[in-house]
């Protein structure tokens, strides 16, 4: 067997492969036959109307307890704050714990530090608007740009009162009518817009009138507004911190946000895509290696070893003995449901039913702190460091001057890889202010929603499973939190290259036999998937818009 067919095994494994759950039951190191890629999330374009029901009908009913824990000093904006949004409380569909179950730290002053950017990595030098050559841009188009109101707005009516009220309740009929006339889209524009210039009552009366109108039963653009429009209120009422940990803390019996972030990857593909890519420079990189340790500080559930050591397994002659290593987060979601020691144990079965030396071990440790010494490489082994969606998650030079990010990437090239690979989203969430980065944030998960939505029927309860717990706790930290509270900073491709340049790493171009592969299998999906091969990186795109983007380095 060639290495070409060896590539080509271990991209189609990604799109073949069964998945083997990560929740036991009862036996730690059984095996499920779980399909990653089963027919029920086959993409198909679907073209069916579907009748939105009110947004209140889902989204009312929350937790008696409000996740507002302003510090000492900031009261006089948290009791403003507390006045105008007495009522916010996040929606059900969010599925968060009690405050109480969080982390006890109320008196701790939120951390505000201005954002730098170093020269290097100016914002203003990356264009990421027509990356597939589409006429699309990141500009606010016509229904953005309307003019934004930023007088007062009044607090909109209760359900419960009569049609007097209600109409005493509004300002004039023309603000009524100016509110009937504009799209959930551009009310949330105009929410943002009024909150970045500090109109706290004006934000707030715009989030009320908007959760009437939105529904995570409705439209793509209704789903993202129900989703974002909660981003909002969190940020309102300065509660982004605490309800983006209730919603990573939450730990269901049957490890729903596993199960969701396994079902996102293979119905949104540009998120599978980039998994491919990423093996398949691997697999190329094991040429001629009779041993290979791979360190990986975000293993997930174990979704692309799964696929990985199903492609050794099939490479020719004697495969090479497999050493992986995994950081074991304790703020991963793989802690909460029983660490990586399980995830380990499900490979190690697997790779004994295919044939595959393999040895796992998992460091224990917070990404931050991890040091060469407990990563064991050892002489005669040829390293691959993988960081698939997990850089994003390191804090910058804008966040403190330790900079995180580029300390690690620093530490990985002292260790000397054979190669690196690296997957992220391609969108600037780091270092933008509110403003901007909202607008960025809306153009992104609008695309990634509208993905969706000719993937899965309307009416799937996966689909909302992904939504809301895959997408919906990323789009509240983006929005609603600032400073080190902000954890999901994502990077457009130009700042990750720049970054790894930096770090002195070299650009590896995916080889010609992946990308073939790869586009081969984004024919078998819906039409409007792209993908675009740009200064070594493989972009992969939903029509006009860059979504996923791929990287190999060493």
């Known amino acids: 067997m060639s290495l070409v067919t060896s590539t080509e095994t271990a991209i189609t494994a990604c799109r073949n492969t069964k998945l083997y759950s990560v929740q ?58 507390q006045q105008d949004v007495s009522s916010y409380q996040p929606r059900d569909y969010l599925e968060v714990q009690s ?32 990356m597939f050559g589409t006429g699309l841009n990141m500009e606010i188009d016509g229904e953005w740009s309307g003019p934004v109101r930023t007088e007062p707005i009044h607090e909109p009516p209760k359900e419960s009162s009569s049609s007097e009220s209600n109409l005493s309740s509004i300002s004039s009929n023309k603000e009524a009518s100016h509110f009937s006339s504009r799209t959930p889209k551009q009310m949330l524009i105009e929410c943002a817009a009024v909150l970045a210039e500090g109109n706290i009552e004006g ?11 939105v529904s995570i039963h409705g439209d793509p653009p ?19 911190k605490y309800l983006y940990k209730a919603l990573r803390c939450k730990e269901p019996p049957s490890s729903d946000r596993l199960a969701a972030m396994q079902i996102l990857f293979e119905v949104c593909p540009c998120f599978k895509f980039g998994f491919m890519a990423a093996n398949g420079a691997i697999i190329e990189a094991f040429k001629d290696e009779k041993r290979v340790h791979i360190i990986d500080f975000d293993i997930n559930q174990g979704s692309q070893y799964i696929t990985l050591i199903q492609s050794i397994a099939k490479l020719p002659g004697k495969p090479p003995h497999l050493r992986l290593t995994g950081v074991d987060d304790p703020d991963s979601v793989q802690r909460l449901n029983g660490g990586l020691q399980i995830i380990g144990l499900r490979l190690e079965k697997l790779a004994e039913v295919l044939g595959v030396s393999f040895e796992f071990q998992a460091v224990a440790s917070r990404t931050s702190l991890v040091t060469p010494s407990m990563l064991d490489c050892r002489p005669g082994e ?79 309860q996966d689909r909302m499973n992904v939504e809301r717990q895959c997408l919906a706790r990323d789009i509240v930290n983006i929005v609603a939190c600032e400073g080190e509270e902000r954890i999901e900073r994502y990077e457009v491709a130009g700042k990750w290259r720049a970054r790894m340049t930096m770090a002195g790493f070299t650009s590896c171009p995916m080889s010609p036999n992946v990308i073939a ?15 675009k091969e740009d200064l070594g990186a493989l972009h992969f795109g939903w029509e006009g818009k860059s979504l996923i983007v791929a990287s190999a380095w060493r």
């Open 203 to 213: 934000a707030s009366a715009i989030i009320n009138e908007l959760r009437q109108l």
């Open 24 to 81: 036991g039951s009862g036996d730690s190191s059984g095996l499920s036959t779980q399909m990653f890629g089963s027919d029920k999330h086959k993409p198909r374009c679907i073209t069916d109307s579907y009748s939105s029901e009110s947004y209140e009908k889902f989204f009312v009913g929350s937790p008696s307890k409000e996740l507002m824990h302003p510090s000492s000093s900031d009261v006089s904006e948290s009791s403003i704050r």
């Open 382 to 460: 040829a390293l691959v460091v993988n960081f698939a969606f997990q850089l994003h998650h390191m804090p910058d030079e804008s966040v403190s001057t330790i900079n995180q990010r580029d300390q690690l990437l620093r530490m990985v090239k002292s260790l000397n890889p054979k190669l690196v690979t690296v997957v992220e989203q391609d969108v600037n969430t780091n270092t933008s202010p509110f403003f901007p980065r909202f607008i960025e944030a809306y153009s992104y998960y609008s695309t990634v929603f509208e993905s969706l939505d000719v993937t899965l029927p309307r009416e799937s």
């Open 222 to 240: 209704q789903r993202i507004a129900a989703y974002m429009v909660e981003g909002l209120a969190a940020r309102v009422a300065a509660s982004g």
């Open 99 to 130: 405050a109480d179950t969080l982390d006890d730290d109320t008196d701790k002053m939120k951390l505000m530090l201005q954002e730098l950017e170093r020269d290097l990595l100016g914002d203003n030098d990356v264009d990421v608007g027509d």
């Open 517 to 531: 592969m790869i586009r081969k299998l984004i024919r078998e999906y819906c039409d409007r998937y792209k993908l």
